[in-house]
């Protein structure tokens, strides 16, 4: 089944940025669609980004496209979320997810994911 571990996050000023990271073992994620959700508190589990890793090709919600970046590194098993420019809005606490193999990651859903992380809270004030 594997694991992830999601590391990174931390507490920031709004304009400030962190980088998370969702470190795989017990497989090789290469291949499958790999996505970041974050939860805020009473609010619904929403989707951020995903990668395809057979082409490295990434997918984004309209809420961070342009500021957070999804990008892995083989070598290391680990998949990366860059988030830039970061409002008070992005607070909450944010998952790594295994998905499925796929030609395209942008049609997935949250139930689509089968393996989770615990998750890395991000805290970002105004």
């Known amino acids: 089944q594997g694991q992830l571990v999601e590391s990174g996050g931390g507490s920031v000023q709004a304009g400030g940025t962190l980088r998370l990271s969702c470190e795989v073992s017990g497989y090789i994620f290469s291949g499958r669609c790999m996505g970041w959700f974050r939860q805020a508190p009473g609010k619904e589990r929403e989707w951020v980004a995903a990668?395809?890793?057979?082409?490295?090709?990434?997918d984004y919600a309209d809420s961070v496209q342009g500021r957070f970046t999804i990008s892995q590194d083989n070598a290391k098993n680990t998949v990366y979320l860059q988030m830039t420019s970061l409002t008070p809005e992005d607070t909450g606490m944010y998952y790594c997810?295994?998905?499925?193999?796929?030609?395209?990651?942008?049609?997935?859903?949250?139930?689509?994911?089968?393996?989770w992380g615990l998750g890395t809270q991000v805290t970002v004030s105004s």
């Open positions: 997810a295994r998905g499925p193999w796929l030609d395209s990651c942008a049609s997935l859903t949250l139930g689509d994911y089968g393996v």
């Open positions: 990668i395809l890793t057979a082409r490295g090709s990434a």
